[in-house]
């Protein structure tokens, strides 16, 4: 598991459960590791069919090498409020059950492909 803030921390190398609790507030987010699965960073600029409804946005389906990849799945939903605009970041499972992470730039309304976690 990583904490992300300004610096990467490995959370076995905190002590105590308290101590590591008080740390994992303070993450922009966290990192867990997924055993036989690595992650592959994309960071490509993307078009996303999503419902925004009731102040809550969820993705649908988002275009990836000219393929629809439709979302079965919302795993996670966190903002990263660090910045003067909100980036809404979301992990989603898609039909062929690979994992992405996709963020919403509050700034200028863009759709980021951030990662995908493959096998092996």
């Given at each position: 598991?990583?904490?992300?803030?300004?610096?990467?921390?490995?959370?076995?190398?905190?002590?105590?459960?308290?101590?590591?609790?008080q740390?994992?507030?303070?993450?922009?987010?966290?990192?867990?590791?997924?055993?036989?699965?690595?992650?592959?960073?994309?960071?490509?600029?993307?078009?996303?069919?999503?419902?925004?409804?009731?102040?809550?946005?969820?993705?649908?389906?988002?275009?990836?090498?000219?393929?629809?990849?439709?979302?079965?799945?919302?795993?996670?939903?966190?903002?990263?409020?660090?910045?003067?605009?909100?980036?809404?970041?979301?992990?989603?499972?898609?039909?062929?059950?690979?994992?992405?992470?996709?963020?919403?730039?509050?700034?200028?309304?863009?759709?980021?492909?951030?990662s995908?976690?493959?096998?092996?």
């Amino acid at each position: 598991m990583r904490c992300v803030t300004n610096h990467a921390l490995s959370l076995p190398e905190i002590g105590t459960a308290s101590h590591r609790n008080q740390v994992l507030l303070s993450c922009t987010f966290v990192q867990y590791d997924a055993a036989g699965m690595r992650r592959e960073a994309i960071d490509q600029a993307i078009a996303v069919r999503a419902d925004f409804q009731g102040g809550v946005a969820t993705p649908l389906a988002f275009k990836r090498g000219g393929r629809e990849q439709r979302v079965t799945r919302v795993n996670a939903r966190w903002v990263d409020r660090a910045s003067r605009h909100p980036h809404f970041h979301f992990s989603v499972t898609v039909e062929s059950g690979d994992v992405y992470q996709l963020q919403f730039s509050g700034a200028d309304l863009v759709w980021w492909l951030e990662s995908v976690m493959l096998e092996g």
